[in-house]
Nanobody, 124 residues
Framework: VQLQAFGGGLVQPGGSLKLSCTAS????????MGWFRQGAGKEREFVAA???????RYTDSVKGRFTISRDNAKNTMYLQMNSLRPEDTAVYFC???????????????????WGQGTQVTVSS
């Protein structure tokens, strides 16, 4: 499976961005999908995930602001990010994994495939 993330950019605090992750090589419906991010000098951290059955999971800092979704017909996953904060600045990576249970969605080692990342910068 090849993943490509795009949609990042520079946005002011309080603004919105929508990230997309397209998959090729295998139907997206076979996989749980996740978003992770890595800020400068920081470790990669979990942001959001959606299972094959569309159950979702979010890290506490983005709950109520970010929404993850998927369109299996388009083989694409999305992350709608609203009310962005400077601390959301990071490179955002999408990932896909098979056979994930809900408790494993937030763990990066659970995922088999990773996209190249897209930069999100929140700054005035």
């Amino acid at each position: 499976v090849q993943l490509q993330a795009f949609g990042g950019g520079l946005v002011q605090p309080g603004g919105s961005l929508k990230l997309s992750c397209t998959a090729s090589g295998s139907p997206l419906s076979n996989y749980a999908m996740g978003w992770f991010r890595q800020g400068a000098g920081k470790e990669r951290e979990f942001v959001a995930a959606i299972s094959w059955s569309r159950s979702t999971r979010y890290t506490d800092s983005v709950k109520g602001r970010f929404t993850i979704s998927r369109d299996n017909a388009k083989n694409t996953m999305y992350l709608q990010m609203n009310s962005l904060r400077p601390e959301d600045t990071a490179v955002y990576f999408c990932a896909a994994g098979s056979g994930l249970i809900y408790s494993s969605l937030a763990r990066s080692p659970s995922y088999d495939y990773w996209g190249q990342g897209t930069q999100v910068t929140v700054s005035s």
